[in-house]
């Protein structure tokens, strides 16, 4: 065996690494946490998909938006106008705008790394995977979660938020080519009170998913599922502590994901 046909048998590997980042309204400061985890330890990720605020930060972060840059965006917004009730059934037009002007009216091709969203189809409860188009009208679709938001239309169908579907899409990221996969997980795992909602508010709304996180766990390679007990989608006030109760979360699964990781690149198998 010659010396370069020895040094590239050994040479590390190049993999593809993926986002899956789950719902959770307010809670997605949490995942910021995780970000900042994966920055610190020079982990960049090549493809993402994301559900709901997780989509809102998951396409940021394709188009190369740091964990500071996003959380800078997200402190611009009062987000505790959420909870006045004049807002309730309110359209997506305003948080279009936000997300248009802040990713330059941009299409989910343009993005600088591929990305995907989660919407939940209202009339038939299937999930759809926002892949091309408008960004912001992907992002709308995957967070407008009733009664806060109006479904969102579409090529003349009508979408709300995928976590009624897929909360952390894991199985759709490994669509993209992810040969490792992390997911964050921000569910308090509550899916029959949801569906009770959504069956009141639209009556045509057929729930499907009995567990919209099952795939998220079934193909991560790791999950980080931060310990929000006490925190709900419309805690905004508490952004920073969710931010660092994310952050320790990451850092503690650090050694695990690190080591997947080199693993991989060094040919070894999958356990």
């Known amino acids: 065996m010659g010396f370069l046909s020895f040094f590239y048998r050994f040479r590390p590997k190049k993999i593809k690494l993926g986002l899956a980042l789950g719902s959770g309204g307010a809670k997605g400061f949490a995942t910021l946490g995780v970000l900042r985890a994966l920055e610190e330890n020079n982990l960049e990720f090549d493809v993402v998909g994301g559900?709901?605020?997780?989509?809102?930060?998951?396409?940021?972060?394709?188009?190369?938006?740091?964990?500071?840059?996003?959380?800078?965006?997200?402190?611009?917004?009062?987000?505790?106008?959420?909870?006045?009730?004049?807002?309730?059934?309110?359209?997506?037009?305003?948080?279009?705008?936000?997300?248009?002007?802040?990713?330059?009216?941009?299409?989910?091709?343009?993005?600088?790394?591929?990305?995907?969203?989660?919407g939940t189809e209202v009339e038939t409860g299937d999930e759809h995977v926002f892949k091309s188009g408008s960004v912001a009208t992907a992002l709308c679709a995957s967070s407008s979660y009733p009664p806060f938001f109006k479904p969102v239309v579409s090529n003349g169908k009508r979408y709300i938020d995928g976590a009624f579907c897929n909360s952390v899409p894991a199985d759709r990221v490994k669509e993209l080519g992810a040969d490792f996969i992390l997911g964050v997980d921000l569910s308090d795992h509550q899916p029959k009170e949801n569906q009770s909602i959504l069956s009141k508010l639209i009556p045509t709304y057929e729930g499907k998913v009995e567990e919209p996180w099952a795939k998220g766990y079934e193909y991560s390679d790791v999950m980080i599922n931060p310990d929000l007990t006490g925190y709900n989608s419309v805690a905004f006030r508490a952004g920073a502590e969710m931010y660092d109760i994310g952050y320790r979360a990451a850092i503690e699964k650090m050694p695990e994901i690190l080591k997947i990781i080199n693993d991989l690149k060094l040919g070894k198998k999958k356990k």
């Open 51 to 118: 559900t709901s605020i997780g989509s809102i930060i998951g396409a940021a972060y394709a188009d190369g938006y740091t964990s500071t840059d996003i959380l800078e965006l997200l402190k611009r917004v009062d987000f505790t106008e959420i909870k006045n009730l004049f807002m309730i059934n309110m359209d997506t037009t305003g948080l279009f705008g936000v997300i248009d002007r802040t990713l330059g009216g941009k299409n989910i091709e343009e993005l600088k790394k591929p990305f995907i969203a989660i």
